[in-house]
Structures are given as structure tokens and as C-alpha cells.
């Protein structure tokens, strides 16, 4: 009885009239957050003594390294509330977490790639543990995005794929420790969990707001992505059915 | 907790324990593989396979760069504070690449203990900052990949 609210929590209906106000105030966070962070970082923030202006990708690419693997947590946490409590909500953003954590390792790896050509000298590195343990976490995504559409059972192709996304947990600890157990290519965290960051403020300032802007787009996609979800699971219901009718469904 | 959810909590922990496990017991029997390249002193103490395509890495040596003239080749040291490996070259070097920074070495061993590379990359560390600042300070200090590196004999 003590988990009265948690069950609450999990149901759709409540969630999509909760969350209707936010979508547009994260919408609006993270266009202005992006918008303040990419001039800053592109237009102010001053070169870099090695890398002059190529440093620059680093305002794309951190934020979104953070949260390919910020995004597989979510997904991989929601998918196992979703098998223990058997939570429809939880399930259905574990379905929405798989595309949009799968386009941001994406295009984790795609600036990576453009910013390795300048400084490295090459676009990719197969061998390097980083970037092949980042080609796993697409895999994975790819996986849950796949195994969802893979039956036609949709309690069946959520029960798979959460599990399929908590194994793959064990590949989140092997992507952060990939550049301090081995020898690799890539370079180590600029911004370390226990304090400290090894870049000089006057860039730092704005790749923060970057991630915050990013956090704040995320918090938005997956949000308009899990609304969306909740429509298509329970378009039978009649609170559904009212609030197609009554014209409000955004 | 209902008695079947908390099965199903033991289930999905017991999958994280035995997925982390096996991936342990992987990493620890490729641990010599995972590794994107060998570091001088292994490869002078004869660790790494002759005339076979391997990887090396390390700090170029200040002051071991030398281009020779009307040629492409360069040869120069890379070290790892331990030993040291001759290398030589004839392809085009990164911007980044410099004496006193971090490279990754494509190529073979030849007989003479000498490297010949095919592809050199540029190692950059996660120290960012302005030149101005740079300037300032005590850049060594600031170079963390190859910093505390003893460069002697």
C-alpha cells in the first residue's frame, strides 16, 4: 500500500495531462539555451592554443556523448520498472527513449568523426575503445528499436527489449572507463564527476549552457515522443476518444 | 513488495550482475587486446611481433624530429618515459602533431628495431585553453598526456 503513488505515477492518462504545460516551457528552455550556447561558443568563446577553431565542435559533440548515455539509463531504468511493475508508461518510454538516444550517438559519433579529421588525422579509429564502445551503444539502440518492432505483441516486444536494454547497462561504466583502461586515441573527460574540469572557464561557461540546452531538448523530445505513445497505446479509451473529439490533442 | 515483483526485481539484478560478470571476464581475456596500441617499452623489449602491422604510441621526444632533405621522410623518437623507439616516416603529419605531444603510430617493426610508419595520428589531451593563457603559465605543466614524463637519456 505504500506504493499507492508510484502506482499512480504509471498511469498514462494522468502523465499526459501532468506533462501538457511542460512541453512548451522545455521547448522554449532549450531553443533559447541552444540558441545563447552556440553563439557564445562558435562567436566569443576564445581559439584554443593547439587546436585553434576546431576545439569548436566540442559544443555539439560533449553535450551529446553526455546524453547518448544519459539517454540509455533512461531507457534501460524504465525498461526494468516496466518488467518489474509491469508499468505501461514506463514502457512506452523505453520505446520512445531507443530513436532518440539512437540519432544522438549518431551524431556523437558524426561530430566526433569531424572533429578527429583537423586534430587527429583521421575521420574514424575502428580500434580506439572509446569510439568502439560507442558504435555498441548505437548497436543497442538499434537493437531495442528493432526487437520493438519485431512483434506484434507489443507486451512481448517490451518485455525483450527491456531486457536487451538492461545488459546492455554494462556497456555505460566500459564507455566512461574506455579512455583510463586502455590505451586509446581519444582523450580523457574534460568534465569529471568528481569535480574539476581541465578547460579554461572562458570556454567552459558556454559548454555548460550548451548542456543544459541539450538536457532541456532531450527532456522535450522524449516528452513529445512518450505524449504521442501514450495516444496510440490507449486510443481506445474513452478519455482518449473525448479529447480527440474535443479537438486538444497536441 | 508483492512477492512476483520482487522475482522479477531479483531476476533483473541478477541479469545486470551475470551481463557485468561476462563482460569482465571478456575484458580481462582481451585485456592485451583492447589496448589501441603498444607503448615504446614493449615494443623494445621485444613484445610486440616483428614486420607485422601494429600500432605504437607514446610522446615525441623533444628535439628528435628530423626531416631529411628532398624527402618525404622524417624520423624522429617517441618515448613513454621508460624506452625509447626510433620511428621513421613518409607520409604527411597532422597539424597537431609537435615534439613533446602524444601520437599513435600505424606500421611494422622493421629487423633493425626501427618503426616504419604508414599512419600517424595526433593524440590531443582535455586541457582546453586560450593561447594568451597558455602563454602565461607553465605550458608543460598543462600538457597531461605526456606531463611528468622523463625525457632524459
Known sequence: MGWQWFHRLGSPRWFYEKTGPWVFWLGLAALILLAVGTLWGLGFAPVERLQGNSYRIIYIHLPLAFLSMAGYYIMAISGAIGLIWKMKLADMVMKSAAPIGAVLTFLALFTGAVWGKPTWGTWFEWRDPRIASTMLLFFLYLGVIALQASYQNQQMADRFSAILAIVGTVNIPIMYGSVYWWNSLHQGATIKFTGGTSMHPSMLYPLMVMIAGFYCFYAYALLKSVRAEVLHREYRTQWVKDLVSSNRAV | ?153
Open chain 2, 1 to 153: 513488495m508483492h512477492p512476483v515483483r520482487k522475482q522479477r526485481l531479483i531476476f533483473v539484478l541478477f541479469l545486470v550482475f551475470f551481463a557485468g560478470a561476462a563482460a569482465a571476464l571478456f575484458g580481462f581475456a582481451l585485456r592485451e587486446n583492447i589496448d589501441l596500441f603498444y607503448p615504446p617499452s614493449k615494443i623494445v623489449a621485444g613484445q610486440a611481433p616483428v614486420d607485422k602491422q601494429i600500432r605504437a604510441g607514446g610522446c615525441v621526444l623533444p628535439g628528435s624530429i628530423k626531416r631529411i632533405e628532398n624527402s618525404m621522410t622524417k624520423n624522429f623518437i617517441v618515448t613513454d618515459g621508460i624506452a625509447n623507439l626510433a620511428v621513421t616516416t613518409d607520409v604527411i603529419l597532422p597539424d597537431l602533431f609537435g615534439e613533446g605531444e602524444s601520437a599513435v603510430l600505424t606500421g611494422k617493426l622493421n629487423g633493425d628495431g626501427v618503426f616504419v610508419a604508414t599512419q600517424v595520428l595526433a593524440k590531443h589531451d582535455e586541457t582546453y585553453m586560450p593561447p594568451e593563457v597558455a602563454d602565461n603559465l607553465n605550458t608543460a605543466d598543462h600538457v597531461k598526456t605526456c606531463k611528468g614524463l622523463d625525457y632524459g637519456t
